[in-house]
């Protein structure tokens, strides 16, 4: 079992940032990979960031690429998601999620909305 506990979200104007946060509680060494998503409304939900936890490798979606940046500390078992240069597009509930060594299990938070209006 995992748990993730997602913080950081809120309204923000064009033109600003905000970082998500996603701390990782339970079974903490059976996650392999942690992805961010988002989903507009009225939209599907969108990968769009990865990272590999024992390396750090990192892939984006073409959308956020050089705008937004994930990252983890290990240390902390917490994900982050950097965004800067926030567009009303960018508004959506964005989730975290850890993906596991055995791929029979993954684990989602709960969502935090992200609002970007001016």
């Known amino acids: 079992q995992v748990q993730l506990l997602e913080s950081g979200g809120g309204l923000v104007q064009p033109g600003g940032s905000l970082r998500l946060s996603c701390a990782a509680a339970g079974s903490i060494f059976s996650i392999n990979v942690m992805a961010w998503y988002r989903q507009p409304p009225g939209k599907e939900r969108e990968l769009i960031a990865s990272i590999s936890i024992g390396g750090g490798r990192t892939n984006y979606a073409d959308s956020v690429r050089g705008r937004f940046t994930i990252s983890r500390d290990n240390a902390k078992h917490t994900l982050y998601l950097q965004m800067n240069s926030l567009q009303p597009d960018d508004t959506a509930v964005y989730y975290c999620?850890?993906?596991?060594?055995?791929?029979?299990?993954?684990?989602w938070g709960q969502g935090t909305q992200v609002t970007v209006s001016s």
């Open positions: 999620k850890a993906y596991t060594y055995s791929g029979h299990e993954d684990y």
